[in-house]
């Protein structure tokens, strides 16, 4: 067998190509469906926290992704490969519609092995959360930032373009089987492995037209789900962000929060995902002390369902996690000492969910006149504070939360 296409036949490295591109993706399709799934189980209100069920959906999920940015290099190289070869010509080019109809789904396709897996590949990169892809190049992409906005648009843009690959797809083996068992041709023999005699397509002459609808396809589908997406998700322009927030609930403490943020880091399945609070607020009363010792106090009051979590945001506010429903707020009260120079601690008692633990958070303070710099970054166990007590394997969920704080705070007058 060639290994270049002929005028009558495609070549062996263009049928390897073909099959290993409809292996993956056909494996991508029930990998993603049942990952969704386990997911929607995980993310509902009922879930009990199994490790069973977390450990198969990151399971399902890291495959599906894996396959997927196998078919997107997969997919480049035969496209590569497919620019240097000639194509055979059809058997039947005077059937007009059939014609267009058939190139139209060539186009459509090769579009959908670039676009559907790189869409879902923007989506990972741009949240933290579970479930890897498998490979040592890293979770990230170049010029693809940490958004929330840029992930769930990805994701609503691979949805649609995953079911219009899907029905591409059907509509592609749907024509085969048809010129097999109704034209009893040779277009799919053209594919299939080996050598044999096969007929020279008559003489014909190739349009744009195919590949211009598909372009149009291919806007409208990309363009539809965006404006799908812009629809349920309105950009908001006027709501106050978590320092302003806490700015704002601040005056008359003391010292008011002018800019700030509140995070944490856990590692799941050996990945750090980052995650901030949008709404939070804190009280300081604080006076340098002339000598080391106490310098005042704070409590902070966190508005949990702000959380943002990269993709497992929904799975945290679950019963077993953070149940956002059900204590809605975290509380942090503690007295504020100076240890030496720059280097203080707040030393106090940190309330989630039903638990209260004792809680020392080291921060270095930076003053400046009025104006005060804040940093500071302690570890909690979430066990300590009945969190995920459903997974208690430290390699699917550590049992370590950096919780890191960053401020700048004025003088109240």
Excluded: C
């Amino acid at each position: 067998m060639s290994r270049s296409n002929t005028s009558n036949s495609y070549g062996a490295i263009t049928k390897s190509f073909h099959w290993l591109t409809a292996l993956l993706i056909l494996s991508a399709f029930p990998l993603g469906y049942f990952a969704n799934e386990l997911a929607h189980q995980i993310q509902s209100p009922e879930f009990d926290g199994a490790q069973a069920t977390i450990a198969r959906a990151t399971l399902l999920f890291s495959l599906h992704k894996t396959v997927g940015v196998a078919v997107f290099f997969t997919a480049l190289l035969r496209i590569l490969w497919a620019l240097t070869q000639e194509k055979p010509g059809l058997l039947h080019p005077d059937r007009k519609l059939e014609t267009w109809a058939a190139e139209t789904a060539h186009w459509v396709l090769y579009g959908a092995m670039v676009i559907v897996p790189l869409s879902g590949w923007i989506h990972h990169a741009a949240t933290d959360g579970f479930a890897p892809i498998w490979w040592p190049f890293g979770q990230n992409l170049p010029l693809v930032p940490k958004s929330e906005l840029v992930s769930e648009l990805s994701a609503t843009v691979h949805y649609y373009t995953m079911l219009l690959l899907g029905a591409t797809l059907l509509a592609h083996v749907g024509g085969a089987l048809k010129h097999h068992v109704i034209d009893k041709d040779s277009t799919l023999l053209r594919m299939a492995p080996g050598t044999r005699a096969l007929p020279e397509p008559p003489a014909q002459s190739h349009s744009a037209l195919p590949f211009l609808t598909a372009l149009l396809v291919w806007i409208g589908v990309i363009g539809g789900s965006t404006a799908l997406f812009l629809q349920s998700h309105p950009v908001s322009t006027t709501g106050a962000s978590g320092a302003e927030t806490a700015r704002q609930t601040a005056e008359g403490s003391g010292w008011a929060v002018q800019d700030g943020s509140l995070g944490i880091e856990v590692v799941q399945m050996g990945s750090t995902v980052s995650g901030t609070f949008a709404d939070w607020n804190a009280n300081i009363n604080f006076e340098e002390p002339a000598t080391p010792g106490p310098a005042g106090d704070v409590e902070v009051t966190i508005t949990i369902p702000s959380l943002t979590l990269g993709s497992v945001t929904d799975q945290a506010m679950g019963a077993d996690y953070f149940d956002a429903d059900t204590y809605p707020t975290a509380t942090f009260t503690a007295e504020i000492v100076q240890i030496e120079g720059e280097q203080y601690e707040a030393q106090g008692t940190l309330t989630i969910r039903d638990q209260s633990v004792p809680t020392t958070l080291p921060f270095t303070l930076t003053l400046e006149g009025d104006t005060a710099t804040m940093s500071g970054r302690t570890e909690v166990n979430r066990l300590d504070f009945n969190i995920g007590t459903g997974t208690q394997d430290e390699a699917t969920l550590g049992f370590g939360v950096e919780i890191t704080v960053d401020l700048t705070a004025t003088r109240a007058d």
